[in-house]
């Protein structure tokens, strides 16, 4: 592998303001990622590391896919753009009508955006919306989770519940209330699957009914299953308690699955694996296997249908984005689902699941190990804190796994896994034999 040199000035390390990034360390120590090929980075020393992320839970299928990059640039030859104001394209609606097999009726109807911050925004807005143009505009409040991630726009934040995300951006939207997280060590460490315990955390949601009052409630937004706060999974029945508690208050249950769509946790959605079916599903990433950035709100008939025969004539969701299903990401998502479907990775993440959970759990005997979490193909590993020094234990073993030729994700101290759909079983002991050895070194 040639060694690329871009010759990047001071200046230039300047002009890109990272995201989510300590950008003066960057500028110390940079590192360029140049090239991908199925499972595998390149950076620019021409070091080649396993992508144990799936870039950043989104390249689902591995990376460049052809059958994706031929998609995207026959599309740009036929029609570069079109947007979707009054007028439309009928790569859109082919695309939404193939997207919406994939995930549980009555959820038929999409509402494309640009990112997962744009889908929880847009789903955020339809609820409020839907229970004004139902009568019941009094219903303003929205609750979320602690440790919650919903991506980065105001309404999103407002949802959220991890505090440095947080704690930059003043008192955010007005009325928006947490329900408890679920992570409980002390009961539920290391556990196969689901944890048992903790089923008792959704009637925290009545709780907030109790003291908010149900008719102020619009809608509870949660990821079925964590992500960025570290993964957790639900306990054992709780998402049914919550489907149960919103279903008596008249409150809209929204899945965030812009990381659990797609294949990640062995189905094509965590509605479909848990079988509980939200009013709204937000997805983003693996929609079009990361290539062109797009997200979608997936719909029920319900909401859909009470815009559709409720609301004054003329346009019926004052919402949407300029480029709203842009025939770019609906070519490159196209072609994203006849690899999902042809290559059946929607369900690679069960045949996969015995040995990742065994190979996850394995790690429980490590030294400082408190706990392994661990489902189709995400995973988690939390390392106790250095005294004095959080999460440092977390960056030194994901920096010395990435040398070792596996790139994992630090957390604070909890190394995350979430790679491309397409893993083998040996790349799977690859994984988990590296982050043994580098939680061992770094000790
Ligand atoms: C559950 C969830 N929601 C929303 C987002 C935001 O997505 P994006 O970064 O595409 O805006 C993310 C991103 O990781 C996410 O994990």
Known sequence: MTVIDHNLTPEALDAFWMPFTANRDFRAHPRFIVAADGMYYTDSNGHRTLDGSAGLWCVNAGHKRQQINDAIAAQLEQLDFAHSFNSGHPLAFEFASRLIQHFPDPLNHVFFT???????DTALKIALA?????????????????????????GGLSVSGLVKNRNQFGPLLPGA???RHTHDIKRNAFSRGLPPHGMELADDLQRLVDLHGADTIAAVIVEPVGGAGGVHLP?????????EICD??????????VITGFGRIGASCAANRFGVVPDMITTAKGITNATVPMGGVLVSDAIYDSFMSESAAGVELFHGYTYSGHPLACAAGLATLDIYESEGLFTRGLELNDHWMDSALALAELPNVIDVRCMGLICAVEMAPREGAPMQRGAEASKR???????????GDILVSSPPLIISAEEISLIFNTMREAILVTG
């Open 114 to 120: 640009n990112s997962g911050s744009e889908s929880v």
């Open 130 to 154: 839907c229970q004004k143009v139902r009568g019941e505009g009094s219903r303003t409040r929205l609750i979320g989770r602690e440790k919650g991630y919903h991506g980065m726009g105001f």
């Open 177 to 179: 209330d947490h329900l």
């Open 235 to 243: 306990p054992e029945g709780y998402l049914k308690r919550l489907r």
């Open 248 to 257: 008596a208050n008249g409150i809209l249950l929204i899945f965030d699955e």
């Open 401 to 411: 796994c990435y040398e070792s030729g596996v790139w994992l994700r630090n957390i």
